[in-house]
């Protein structure tokens, strides 16, 4: 992780004051190192990843259309050939 940079500032507020700085110190800390956890989490390769996921199967349907499109074409060219064949 990566440390933020500390600057000791002096207060005349004496004992109590001091206290109340490190323990702001300590959770302004805990944060920065929470926040850089939840940011190295790949969230663009998750969004990346669904996306294709998405497209993969977009291509399997569009395939399985073409492929029963061709079939449906080739079913009706037959019958059209056989009711010539039978016409003439």
Same mark, same amino acid.
């Given at each position: 992780?990566?440390?933020?940079?500390?600057?000791?500032?002096?207060?005349?507020?004496?004992?109590?004051?001091? @206290? %109340?700085? #490190? *323990?702001?110190?300590? $959770?302004?800390?805990? !944060?920065?190192?929470?926040?850089?956890?939840?940011?190295?989490?790949?969230?663009?390769?998750?969004?990346? @990843? %669904?996306? #294709? *996921?998405?497209?993969? $199967?977009?291509?399997? !349907?569009?395939?399985?259309?073409?492929?029963?499109?061709?079939?449906?074409?080739?079913?009706?060219?037959?019958?059209?050939?056989?009711?010539?064949?039978?016409?003439?």
């Amino acid at each position: 992780t990566t440390e933020i940079p500390r600057q000791t500032i002096e207060f005349n507020g004496g004992l109590i004051s001091k @206290f %109340e700085i #490190e *323990e702001i110190n300590a $959770e302004l800390e805990l !944060l920065s190192n929470n926040h850089a956890t939840l940011n190295s989490m790949p969230h663009q390769q998750v969004d990346d @990843f %669904e996306w #294709e *996921e998405l497209a993969k $199967e977009g291509q399997q !349907l569009a395939d399985q259309l073409v492929d029963e499109f061709d079939r449906v074409s080739d079913s009706i060219r037959q019958k059209v050939e056989i009711a010539i064949t039978l016409g003439n």
